[in-house]
C-alpha cells in the first residue's frame, strides 16, 4: 500500500522511454499513489509506450502517453496541450527528460552544446513557465514541480561539458523559479539520485561504483521514484526550491 495520496492528482512526466529508467519507476510510483500518468517518449522500443500504458491501467489509473522530441521549441507547448485534452490539467510536473552525450574539451562544438540546450534546458523551462501558467487559472491550491539533476554541484563531471553545464543550470533554475511561484501554491524542488542502475552499467561499471557506495548497494530507479512520490504528495509541501542528494552516501573520488 502507497503512503501518500494523490488520487486527484494528474501527473505529466517527461523522458520515459524504458522500463528500467528512472522516468518508468516515477511513474509507477506515482501511480500506485492514484496520480492520472501523462508520459512523453523519444525513441523508444516499438509497442513499449503502450505495453507501459497497459501496465499504468492494471494499477488502476487513467494514463496516456506521446512520442515527441522535446528539442524542437513548441514541444513544451504541445506536450501541454495534449495532456490536458487527455488527462485534464496537470497538477505535477516531472522533468526527467534529458539528452547526454560524452564530450570533453576537445569534442565539444555548437551543435552538441545546442541539442544539449534545448532538451535539458529550454523544454525543461518552458514546460516549468507554461504549467505554472496553468496552474494559475485553475482552482487547484496545491501543485509540484520535480526536476532531476545530476549532482554537478558535488563536483566535476569529466568529459560531460555540456551535459553538466546545462542540467547544473537547471538546479539554479529551481531555486529562483520557486520563489516566484510559491504564491500561487507550486512548490518547485530538484532531486539528484546519483548513480542509478537503469541498465547503462556494465559488470565493470557495477564494480567499480559499488565500492563508492558506503550504503552497501548501487541506487536504484525506485530509490528515486519514492523520493519524487515524496516530493509530490501534501506531505511535501513546506519543502521548496531545494536540491536533494539522494545517493546512499555515494562517495565521489
Known amino acids: 500500500m502507497n503512503i501518500y495520496n494523490l488520487s486527484n492528482a494528474k501527473a505529466i512526466v517527461t523522458g520515459v522511454s524504458h522500463g528500467e529508467a528512472i522516468g518508468a519507476a516515477i511513474c509507477r510510483q506515482l501511480a500506485k499513489a492514484g496520480s492520472s500518468i501523462f508520459f512523453t517518449h523519444w525513441k523508444a522500443v516499438a509497442d513499449w509506450p503502450e505495453n507501459f500504458q497497459a501496465e499504468l491501467a492494471d494499477i488502476g489509473i487513467n494514463s496516456d502517453h506521446m512520442c515527441i522530441d522535446l528539442s524542437i521549441p513548441d514541444a513544451p507547448q504541445k506536450v501541454l496541450d495534449v495532456a490536458v485534452n487527455s488527462i485534464g490539467s496537470p497538477t505535477i510536473l516531472v522533468n526527467n527528460a534529458a539528452h547526454s552525450e560524452r564530450d570533453g574539451y576537445e569534442k565539444l562544438n555548437a551543435s552538441s552544446l545546442d541539442v544539449h540546450y534545448s532538451v535539458n534546458m529550454r523544454s525543461t523551462m518552458i514546460l516549468s513557465t507554461l504549467f505554472a501558467r496553468l496552474f494559475k487559472k485553475s482552482t487547484q491550491t496545491a501543485g509540484r514541480i520535480i526536476n532531476l539533476v545530476s549532482g ?8 560531460e561539458l555540456a551535459y553538466g553545464a546545462t542540467k547544473g543550470a537547471i538546479s539554479t533554475f529551481t531555486v529562483s523559479l520557486s520563489a516566484e511561484v510559491a504564491p500561487l501554491g507550486i512548490t518547485v524542488n530538484a532531486v539528484n539520485p546519483g548513480p542509478t542502475d537503469t541498465g547503462w552499467m556494465s559488470d565493470e561499471d557495477k564494480q567499480e561504483l559499488g565500492s563508492q557506495f558506503l550504503m552497501g548497494r548501487i541506487g536504484q530507479p525506485t530509490d528515486a521514484a519514492r523520493l519524487v512520490t515524496f516530493l509530490a504528495s ?20
Open 234 to 253: 501534501k506531505e511535501s509541501a513546506w519543502i521548496t526550491g531545494q536540491v536533494i542528494h539522494s545517493e546512499g552516501a555515494f562517495l565521489r573520488k
Open 152 to 159: 554537478q554541484d558535488q563536483g566535476p563531471m569529466i568529459e
